[in-house]
């Protein structure tokens, strides 16, 4: 016979134990709206929203707008060619501001038409709406759920505050500009169309690079932060010597090239802007340098400090440019610090865990997942810092020649 009081202490045991289970919570998927925010909507100002384009396919009754969206887009990039074209024809002699201050905004035309066909491509082809699907198809692996990961609000409010940085830096230069009569402050007198048009063409140029650039910097967020907090949970269990488990060790394994798979699709799309885009920024900024080096008292103070507000946005985003996706490189390689880091697995017994603990690691540290630019230089942190080193100073190499120049008669 069963002594009741004895059951009563089973079953407070029980259910003692149950409640001290943590039960991971439930995955809500992220949508669109939650990593992009408010930029959903306000791409649509680029002109460059193309996804009605994607939706045409499904659905015939959008064929006709489809097709005025694809020419309003490609209006708006002959635009942004007219005002880089005007820049580039402003150009002086040799080694002089105009053909400086013409290089330096000119080369960051050529780069605000790479952004804008990356809008182009990147809303056409359902760029962050697939990316989003994949990534949750990745935080579903996660072992436990994370809010303030998923929370892109800060990162929001932090590209609001950047884009008024860089809208305030290029616009001041057009309307300085158009204030003189000229396409750049150094440049020669245009006809009035010309100089009227310049600020507004600079205005819808800077909603486009904006969005471009913010589109590129989410996604890569949303990459280095699943990769980060990859390593942390994989952290943990290796504090807790779980790691030692097969079935835990293939579960991060899995994980792991889940996450390499989702950073080499999002490259394919990013890569379109971050192979081509730091050859222009670089230019940009070697020439910002050079004039803020060389030409200090060329200019009249409040024209020369509107010159340096832009070198600092060119250096802005030349860092923008180039850091995220360095990060997102220093995360993968990180995942092969915290398994080496224990020892472990040199006295693991299972040559099954030893082999699947070799494999992440190679795969942490000999993936292929690197966007180059130019299909040659990886963008990876040591290489970032050191072209965050050398091409500035390329700038004030080109004053230190043209002061040379000047000491020995040359006019320049």
Same mark, same amino acid.
């Given at each position: 016979?069963?002594?009741?009081?004895?059951?009563?202490?089973?079953?407070?045991?029980?259910?003692?134990?149950?409640?001290?289970?943590?039960?991971?919570?439930?995955?809500?998927?992220?949508?669109?709206?939650?990593?992009?925010?408010?930029?959903?909507?306000?791409?649509?100002?680029?002109?460059?929203?193309?996804?009605?384009?994607?939706?045409?396919?499904?659905?015939?009754?959008?064929?006709?707008?489809?097709? #005025?969206?694809?020419?309003?887009?490609?209006?708006?990039?002959?635009?942004?060619?007219?005002?880089?074209?005007?820049?580039?024809?402003?150009?002086?002699?040799?080694?002089?501001?105009? +053909?400086?201050?013409?290089? $330096?905004?000119?080369? $960051?035309?050529?780069?605000?038409?790479?952004?804008?066909?990356?809008?182009?491509? +990147?809303?056409?082809?359902?760029?962050?709406?697939?990316?989003? *699907?994949?990534?949750?198809?990745?935080?579903?692996?996660?072992?436990?759920?994370?809010?303030?990961?998923?929370?892109?609000?800060?990162?929001?409010?932090?590209?609001?505050? +950047?884009?008024?940085? +860089?809208?305030?830096?290029?616009?001041?230069?057009?309307?300085?500009?158009?204030?003189? !009569?000229?396409?750049? #402050?150094?440049?020669?007198?245009?006809?009035?169309?010309? %100089?009227?048009?310049?600020?507004?063409?600079?205005?819808?140029?800077?909603?486009?690079?904006?969005?471009?650039?913010?589109?590129?910097?989410?996604?890569?967020?949303? =990459? @280095?932060?699943?990769?980060?907090?990859?390593?942390?949970?994989?952290?943990?269990?290796? !504090?807790?010597?779980? /790691?030692?488990?097969?079935?835990? =060790?293939?579960?991060?394994?899995?994980?792991?090239?889940?996450?390499?798979?989702?950073?080499?699709?999002?490259?394919?799309?990013?890569?379109? %802007?971050? !192979?081509?885009?730091? $050859?222009?920024?670089?230019?940009?900024?070697?020439?910002?340098?050079?004039?803020?080096?060389?030409?200090?008292?060329?200019?009249?103070?409040?024209?020369?400090?509107?010159? /340096?507000?832009?070198?600092?946005?060119?250096?802005?985003?030349?860092?923008?440019?180039?850091?995220?996706?360095?990060?997102?490189?220093?995360?993968?390689?990180?995942?092969?610090?915290? /398994?080496?880091?224990?020892?472990?697995?040199?006295?693991?017994?299972?040559?099954?865990?030893?082999?699947? %603990?070799?494999?992440?690691?190679?795969?942490?540290?000999?993936?292929? &997942?690197?966007?180059? &630019?130019?299909?040659?230089?990886? #963008? %990876?942190?040591?290489?970032?810092?050191?072209?965050?080193? /050398?091409?500035?100073?390329?700038?004030?190499?080109? *004053?230190?020649? @043209?002061?040379?120049?000047?000491?020995?008669?040359? !006019?320049?």
């Amino acid at each position: 016979m069963i002594n009741p009081s004895t059951e009563s202490m089973e079953d407070e045991t029980n259910r003692s134990r149950t409640s001290s289970v943590i039960m991971p919570e439930v995955k809500e998927p992220l949508l669109e709206e939650h990593l992009v925010g408010p930029f959903r909507k306000t791409i649509k100002i680029t002109g460059l929203d193309c996804r009605v384009i994607a939706l045409a396919q499904n659905n015939p009754n959008l064929r006709i707008k489809s097709i #005025i969206t694809r020419i309003v887009a490609l209006a708006v990039i002959a635009l942004i060619f007219f005002r880089c074209g005007m820049i580039f024809k402003a150009e002086g002699p040799a080694m002089s501001l105009t +053909w400086a201050e013409s290089n $330096m905004f000119a080369f $960051m035309g050529i780069h605000a038409i790479a952004c804008a066909f990356c809008i182009f491509g +990147w809303t056409k082809n359902e760029f962050i709406p697939l990316h989003i *699907a994949r990534l949750n198809k990745v935080r579903a692996l996660r072992v436990k759920e994370s809010r303030e990961m998923d929370d892109y609000s800060s990162v929001h409010r932090k590209a609001f505050i +950047w884009s008024a940085f +860089w809208f305030l830096a290029l616009l001041s230069h057009a309307i300085a500009s158009a204030a003189t !009569q000229k396409v750049i #402050i150094s440049g020669k007198p245009v006809i009035a169309p010309l %100089y009227i048009a310049m600020p507004f063409l600079t205005l819808l140029a800077c909603f486009i690079v904006t969005h471009c650039l913010i589109y590129y910097f989410l996604v890569h967020v949303s =990459l @280095k932060r699943e990769i980060e907090y990859f390593n942390v949970e994989l952290d943990e269990a290796k !504090q807790e010597k779980r /790691l030692h488990d097969p079935n835990t =060790l293939v579960d991060f394994s899995h994980r792991q090239v889940e996450l390499v798979r989702l950073v080499a699709k999002a490259n394919e799309s990013l890569g379109s %802007y971050a !192979q081509v885009a730091p $050859m222009f920024c670089f230019n940009g900024c070697i020439n910002a340098v050079y004039i803020a080096s060389g030409f200090t008292d060329d200019l009249p103070s409040i024209f020369f400090a509107i010159l /340096l507000f832009n070198l600092f946005a060119v250096l802005a985003i030349s860092f923008m440019t180039l850091r995220p996706a360095s990060n997102v490189q220093f995360h993968l390689a990180d995942t092969a610090r915290v /398994l080496m880091d224990s020892e472990e697995f040199e006295k693991s017994v299972d040559s099954e865990v030893f082999k699947g %603990y070799q494999v992440m690691i190679n795969r942490s540290l000999k993936h292929n &997942v690197y966007i180059r &630019v130019l299909g040659a230089i990886p #963008i %990876y942190p040591t290489a970032v810092n050191l072209a965050m080193f /050398l091409f500035p100073n390329l700038g004030n190499l080109l *004053a230190l020649v @043209k002061k040379v120049l000047v000491a020995h008669g040359v !006019q320049v």
